[in-house]
């Protein structure tokens, strides 16, 4: 493994924990991967490679300083709690989106609609842990595609209050083939939560590239 880069663990495997993953080992970035199903953490590090390695959930979340649950929001509550020693003072991403299936083939927020997931799991995160929205912007699908695009890299959006984890989250962002892009405070997740101003599922409608995110900005 390549000490010099950021550690990173992503934790849960499902269609956007495997993207975020291919995308950083696509980066030379290596990646400490877990989930529950410990034969489907290690089948997909086999399949990423030398720079993937499986671990079990507990020896991840120990092992690496920024830890991406890739899981959903009314989980993260209680996985907070469970590993909640382990969690002290390191980087969470956020990458959920609070919707659910409306019924209709369509999704509905589960939490008002001035609310974000970013800011409400700020407050339920354990001590001296700091929480980054981010990766959740794009769909699973346009997150593998989009990423590494020439000759303009698309961007992806974060969130957070916490200034020094600045440098983590920026060289995640760009191992994984994006240019990042703050968009402010925790308070400012909304924005970059699915049918956000600058969600793919919202306002943005699309991976736009800098000069794209920028123009959006400054007319919103
Ligand atoms: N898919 C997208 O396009 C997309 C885009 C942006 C953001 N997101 C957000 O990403 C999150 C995951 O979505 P997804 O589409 O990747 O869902 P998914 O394909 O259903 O995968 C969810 C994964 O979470 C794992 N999981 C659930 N509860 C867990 C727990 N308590 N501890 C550990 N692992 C747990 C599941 O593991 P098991 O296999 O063990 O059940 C599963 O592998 C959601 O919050 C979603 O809003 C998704």
């Known amino acids: 493994m390549n000490t010099s880069k ?19 080992v696509k980066g030379n970035h290596s990646v400490i991967l877990a989930s529950r199903d410990n034969e489907k ?14 671990k079990e959930i507990v020896d991840a979340i120990k092992e690496a300083e ?8 009314n989980a993260l509550k ?20 609070p919707i659910a299936p409306d019924g209709n083939g369509g999704f509905k927020k589960i939490i008002a609609e001035n609310e974000s997931a970013g800011k409400i799991l ?29 000759p303009d890299k698309k961007v992806l ?20 083939g994006f240019v990042p ?6 308070d400012q997740s909304i924005k970059i939560e699915v049918f956000g101003d600058l969600h793919e599922f919202g306002a943005l409608g699309k991976p736009v590239t800098l000069a794209e995110a920028k123009s959006k900005i400054s007319h919103s």
């Not at 209680?78 to 989106?97: A, M, R």
């Open 122 to 150: 700020s407050d339920l995160i354990p001590k001296n842990a700091r929480l980054i929205k981010a990766f959740g912007t794009l769909g699973a699908g346009s997150l593998l595609n989009s990423a590494f695009n020439e």
């Open 66 to 73: 920024v830890i991406i649950p890739a899981i959903y929001f």
């Open 41 to 54: 953490t290690k089948s997909l590090a086999e399949q990423l490679g030398n720079l993937a390695t499986s």
């Open 157 to 176: 959006f974060y969130a957070s209050d916490s200034t020094n984890s600045r440098q983590q989250i920026e060289e995640l962002i760009t191992s994984s």
């Open 181 to 186: 892009f703050n968009v402010g405070g925790i």
């Open 6 to 24: 950021t550690t990173v663990a992503v934790i849960g495997l499902g269609n956007i924990g495997k993207a975020i993953a291919t995308n950083l």
């Open 78 to 97: 209680d996985f907070f709690q469970t590993f909640s020693k382990e969690l002290d003072g390191k980087i969470i991403i956020d990458v959920s989106n």
